[in-house]
C-alpha cells in the first residue's frame, strides 16, 4: 500500500487536474504524498446536475481501483459526486471539496457564503448543506453573470467576477466566510484572500487538511511522502 492521498478530479480536463494537484501538494506541506487521477467519461468542467451524476460513476469506479493502494480520498469536484457510495465501499477516509469546505466554514457557528460560476450547480449546493446540517449557517449562493467557460478560460476575468460575487456574499448577505465553489476555481481560490478581510475559504486546501485529520483519527499510520 503506498502513503498518499488519492486527489480523484470528476472532470476530464488533465489541466485542471494539474492544477488541483499542485494546489493540494503545497496544502498537504510535506506532511503526506497526493496523487492524481482524472475521470475520462465526463466533461472537461461539470456544470450541471446531470453532469454532476454522471461523474459519481466515475468517482466510484477510481476509488475502489485504488483503494488497496492510498489511505485517502479526496472527491475533487465542489458538488461531491459519489463521495457517499465510495465511503460506503471503501474503509479508509474519504472527503470531498465541499463537505471539507463547508465544514471548515462554519467552524464556531460561523455564517458563510458561497461565491461560484456554475448557476444550474446551486440546488445541489444547497442540497450538501442541508445533508451536512448547516443550512441555518448558509448566509446564500451568489454566482458570477458570464458563462463559466469563458471565465475559467481568462484569469483576470475570473478573478474579477468572483471578487464582484464574494462582495456581494459578504456585504448582501452578511457572509462571515466565503467559500469559493469549484474544483476548476483551485488557482482563483488560493489568490482571492489577499483582496479581503473576511475570510475566503479554499476547498482543496479543506479538503487535503480534512483527509490528513480523518485518517490521524481512524488509527491508523501516519501518512508520510514516498
Same mark, same amino acid.
Given at each position: ?77 465542489? #458538488? ?102 469549484? #474544483? ?30 480523518? #485518517? ?11
Amino acid at each position: 500500500m503506498s502513503d498518499h492521498i488519492l486527489l480523484i478530479n470528476p472532470n476530464s480536463s488533465a489541466a485542471t487536474s494539474a492544477m488541483m494537484l499542485s494546489i493540494a501538494r503545497e496544502a498537504a506541506a510535506g506532511s503526506t504524498a497526493v496523487a492524481v487521477a482524472t475521470a475520462v467519461r465526463a466533461p472537461s468542467m461539470i456544470v450541471t446536475e446531470a453532469e454532476l451524476a454522471a461523474a459519481a460513476e466515475d468517482v466510484i469506479e477510481i476509488g475502489t481501483a485504488h483503494r488497496s493502494d492510498c489511505k485517502g480520498i479526496v472527491v475533487s469536484a465542489f #458538488g461531491d459526486p459519489g463521495l457517499e457510495e465510495l465511503r460506503r465501499r471503501v474503509d479508509i477516509p474519504v472527503t470531498g471539496l465541499c463537505e471539507a469546505s463547508m465544514l471548515e466554514a462554519s467552524t464556531g457557528g460561523r455564517r458563510f457564503g458561497i461565491a461560484t460560476t456554475t448557476p444550474l450547480l446551486i440546488d445541489a449546493m444547497v442540497r450538501r448543506a442541508e445533508g451536512l446540517g448547516l443550512s441555518d449557517q448558509l448566509t446564500g449562493i451568489r454566482c458570477t453573470d458570464s458563462d463559466p467557460f469563458s471565465l475559467t478560460g481568462n484569469h483576470d476575468r475570473l478573478i474579477l467576477a468572483l471578487s464582484k460575487t464574494v462582495c456581494a456574499c459578504i456585504e448582501l448577505d452578511g457572509a462571515q466566510a466565503v467559500i469559493i465553489g469549484g #474544483g476548476p476555481l483551485g488557482q482563483a481560490a488560493d489568490q482571492l484572500q489577499a483582496a479581503f478581510v473576511t475570510p475566503i475559504i479554499a476547498p482543496i486546501p479543506c479538503a487535503i487538511r480534512r483527509a490528513i485529520a480523518l #485518517g490521524r483519527a481512524t488509527g491508523k499510520p501516519r501518512i508520510v511522502p514516498v
